[in-house]
């Protein structure tokens, strides 16, 4: 194994079978698709950590992820049909149960089938997605994440799809916000967004938590220096020890709070808890998987939903915008002036995340000291994987048992 003793970072980039990263990633359960984007009776091809599975939902809505192709000559399973909690192929009708047993082979009168096992692997539904432990043995315990279990409404976003590195979307520091984000924040008159804050970040049970405090004296004053924006409200400073927090938990888990971008509930001091899973679907493109939990009850939590729900309408076209942008044709400030900061917020993270390429092709980078969360990031997984392709023990990271967002 000496070959993989000094992992470097660009190495981090492939994610299939046997690679070092990929071995990593597949120690824990991962999400894999949105629950609603999979109808009950459906089957779907996967591509995920570099690799193809068939997802399919049995007829009772239970997730199953198994093997993409069928064990006898190799058709994708996607193509065939649910049967109760079983999947038939569409070459030669064998057809499988739920664990993956092959039960009937309809066209030989003397069938083997109980020679033939389809690999399947462990799935769950959690937070309005589908979760696979896509690794060799017993699947650790499945992680809750307390935050999401608050009384509120719980939405699972439309998934990001970014033809990227999972990388750039992990290396997406904090100091981002006011220049990313510039655009929506003028629009909306968000003075809070163009605020520079620092981070400090240090290693947890669970991976890192990082603490902002205004650059300067205090917000307003480093707001004004901006000298962009007008605008009476001070929700940089409400809620501060929320907004202050971001947590990660290894190896690929993001929560953080921001005030409510939601139409007609922005401004009232409500705020998100936003728990963000990033995917590797292969070693050039990952998939965002967010879930919003928006403590509002009763009939607000109807009329929240409703105004959360224009927002998976615009996501049909988020990324023909993004790409325009990336190409000169247009740009962030011209996007619609009444399109949600959801996906506005979204475009704007498209184009810087995807227009930086890949690790090795961007040539050398200056990371400066107000980086200091992705420096960490690297640290610790350059830490963890170079010590499981040694065969050395990993650190047991270890979620919380009560909410962070009361901390
Ligand atoms: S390839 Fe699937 S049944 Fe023949
Ligand atoms: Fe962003």
Redesign the pocket.
């Known amino acids: 194994m000496a070959r993989f003793g000094k992992l470097e970072f660009a190495d981090l980039e492939a994610v299939g079978p046997g690679t070092p990263a990929g071995r990593y990633l597949r120690l824990f359960w991962q999400p894999v698709m949105r629950l609603k984007d999979l109808p009950p009776g459906r089957a779907k091809p996967l591509e995920i950590l570099g690799e193809m599975f068939t997802l399919y939902r049995a007829e009772d809505g239970t997730p199953h992820v198994t093997a993409y192709r ?1 064990p ?4 994708p399973l996607s193509l065939g049909w649910v049967e109760g909690e079983s999947l038939r ?1 569409r ?4 057809r499988y149960d739920g664990t993956g047993q092959c039960v009937e082979q309809p066209n030989e009168d003397r069938p083997f089938c109980e020679r033939i096992h389809l690999r399947s692997y462990p799935t769950r539904d959690y937070a309005g997605l589908i979760f696979a432990y896509l690794g060799d043995g017993k699947p650790p315990t499945f992680r809750r994440y307390p935050d999401l279990d608050r009384p509120g409404v719980l939405v699972t976003d439309p998934v990001e799809v970014l033809p990227c590195t999972y990388w750039n979307k992990f290396d997406n520091d904090h100091g981002h916000r006011p220049w990313v984000h510039r655009a929506t924040a003028l629009r909306l008159n968000r003075k809070d967004i163009l605020v520079i804050r620092h981070e400090s970040v240090e290693e947890t049970a669970y991976g890192w938590s990082g603490q902002r405090v205004v650059k300067g004296e205090e917000d307003d004053t480093a707001a004004t220096s901006l000298g962009t924006v007008k605008g009476e409200r001070s929700s940089a400073q409400n809620g501060l020890g929320r907004a202050r927090m971001t947590h990660w938990f290894m190896p690929n888990v993001r929560l953080f709070f921001q005030p409510t971008r939601a139409k007609g509930f922005q401004g009232r001091d409500i705020w998100d808890t936003k728990i963000a899973w990033t995917v590797p679907i292969n070693d050039s493109k990952h998939a965002a998987f967010d879930v919003t939990l928006t403590p509002v009850e009763g009939e607000e939590a109807r009329a929240y939903a409703a105004a959360r729900a224009t927002q998976e309408e615009e996501a049909e076209s988020r990324w023909d915008l993004a790409e325009r942008i990336l190409a000169g044709e247009m740009t962030l400030e011209d996007l619609p002036a009444d399109m949600s900061a959801y996906t506005s917020f979204t475009i704007e993270d498209y184009c810087t995340q995807v227009g930086q390429g890949p690790i090795r092709g961007r040539g050398r980078e200056h990371l400066a000291a107000s980086e200091g969360r992705l420096v960490l990031l690297r640290q610790l997984w350059l830490r963890e994987v170079n010590a499981l392709v040694e065969g050395r023990p990993l650190k047991d990271w270890t979620v919380p048992v009560s909410p962070l967002a009361g901390m």
């Open positions: 069928c006898h000559r190799g058709t192929c070459y030669h009708g064998w």
